[in-house]
């Protein structure tokens, strides 16, 4: 993108696929927050400048708005500006699901997903994006084989040995759990979900272990998912302290809080309410976003 525009300075798709780069690579935890986020909107703000219709700024901002800063709203008008000005485009189409699925939705984002896979079905993103979805929809078996069909793509796709790792826990079957989840070829994921795995198969030490290799090497950008973690292990106290680090950093997994079913060792904690309506996240203030989710034919 960057030689593209050295090439051409005005050409507002460079700047908008720049927008989107930033942004992903902060959510991987490339860069750091503050500064991936502001390098983002700058590139989005920039592509608008030169074309206020390019779909894809109008995408990124959204993205932006939704993981720094935690708003639904500013999300949600995003999205439905950059669906309006291209309603097939995969790229987009997917964030909208993602969007969708956050604020609690079932239906809705398996079918944007589903046409996404069909419209661009050689992109492993798209299956891990379904497979995602599947999950919080509860359709394990759907979502074992879209992870599936990511990996067979990108054999070393980040995250998608992994989330099949997990899918396996809620199936109950923590041996086939662990086997996935040693393949994981991303260590930010794979000591994640060895902290759980092996919590289920009763090998306290080496969960332990992994839990602490995982807070010394990604405690900064990983406060999310150590929280997630701990709560599997029905640790409560340490899980709420570990969503507090999660809000002071802004860390960009706090969007998806509300489906993420590893927390439901807190569901009853009298302490789980409060905290989602502190980030905007309980029931009725995500019934209260109005998101007009489009539909493809």
Same mark, same amino acid.
Request: charged fraction near 25%; charge should be negative; aromatic fraction near 10%.
């Given at each position: 993108?960057?030689?593209?525009?050295?090439? !051409?300075?005005?050409?507002?798709?460079?700047?908008?696929?720049?927008?989107?780069?930033?942004? #992903?690579?902060?959510?991987?935890?490339?860069?750091? #927050?503050?500064?991936?986020?502001?390098?983002?909107?700058?590139?989005?703000?920039?592509?608008? +400048?030169?074309?206020?219709?390019?779909?894809?700024?109008?995408?990124?901002?959204?993205?932006?708005?939704?993981?720094?800063?935690?708003?639904?709203?500013?999300?949600?008008?995003?999205?439905?500006?950059?669906?309006? @000005?291209?309603?097939?485009?995969?790229?987009?189409?997917?964030?909208?699901?993602?969007?969708?699925?956050?604020?609690?939705?079932? !239906?809705?984002?398996?079918?944007?997903?589903?046409? $996404?896979?069909?419209?661009?079905?050689?992109?492993? =993103?798209?299956?891990?994006?379904?497979?995602?979805?599947?999950?919080?929809? *509860?359709?394990? !078996?759907? +979502?074992?084989? +879209? #992870?599936?069909? =990511?990996? !067979?793509?990108?054999?070393?796709?980040?995250?998608?040995?992994?989330?099949?790792? $997990?899918?396996?826990?809620?199936? *109950?079957?923590? %041996?086939?759990?662990? %086997?996935?989840?040693?393949?994981?070829?991303?260590?930010?994921?794979?000591?994640?979900?060895? $902290?759980? =795995?092996?919590?289920?198969?009763?090998?306290?030490?080496?969960?332990?272990?992994?839990?602490?290799?995982?807070?010394?090497?990604?405690?900064? *950008?990983?406060?999310?998912?150590?929280?997630?973690?701990?709560?599997?292990?029905?640790?409560?106290?340490?899980? #709420?302290?570990?969503?507090?680090?999660?809000?002071?950093?802004?860390?960009?997994?706090?969007?998806?809080?509300?489906?993420?079913? @590893?927390? %439901?060792?807190?569901?009853?904690?009298?302490?789980?309410?409060?905290?989602?309506?502190?980030?905007?996240? +309980?029931?009725?203030?995500?019934?209260?976003? %109005?998101?007009?989710?489009?539909?493809?034919?």
């Amino acid at each position: 993108y960057r030689e593209a525009l050295a090439i !051409d300075p005005e050409y507002a798709t460079a700047w908008a696929g720049l927008a989107g780069t930033y942004a #992903f690579q902060t959510g991987a935890h490339l860069l750091p #927050f503050e500064e991936g986020y502001r390098l983002a909107s700058e590139a989005a703000e920039r592509a608008l +400048s030169i074309n206020e219709e390019n779909a894809e700024a109008h995408a990124y901002l959204g993205y932006v708005a939704l993981h720094e800063r935690g708003d639904l709203a500013t999300a949600a008008r995003r999205y439905e500006r950059a669906a309006e @000005l291209e309603p097939t485009n995969p790229e987009i189409l997917r964030l909208i699901a993602r969007l969708a699925r956050n604020l609690g939705r079932v !239906d809705e984002p398996v079918r944007i997903m589903e046409y $996404v896979v069909s419209r661009d079905p050689v992109n492993p =993103a798209n299956h891990a994006g379904l497979g995602s979805i599947y999950w919080r929809a *509860g359709r394990l !078996d759907e +979502s074992i084989a +879209s #992870f599936q069909s =990511a990996l !067979d793509l990108s054999p070393g796709h980040a995250g998608s040995q992994y989330a099949i790792g $997990v899918v396996w826990l809620m199936k *109950g079957d923590p %041996e086939a759990a662990l %086997e996935a989840i040693r393949r994981e070829p991303a260590e930010w994921y794979r000591l994640t979900g060895l $902290v759980m =795995a092996c919590h289920a198969l009763g090998r306290d030490e080496d969960s332990d272990e992994a839990l602490a290799e995982l807070i010394d090497k990604y405690a900064q *950008g990983w406060a999310y998912q150590i929280a997630y973690a701990l709560a599997y292990r029905g640790e409560v106290d340490r899980a #709420f302290e570990w969503l507090q680090r999660a809000v002071e950093i802004n860390d960009p997994g706090l969007a998806e809080i509300p489906t993420q079913n @590893l927390f %439901e060792s807190l569901y009853d904690d009298p302490r789980w309410l409060p905290f989602l309506e502190s980030i905007g996240r +309980s029931p009725e203030q995500l019934a209260a976003i %109005e998101f007009e989710v489009p539909l493809p034919e």
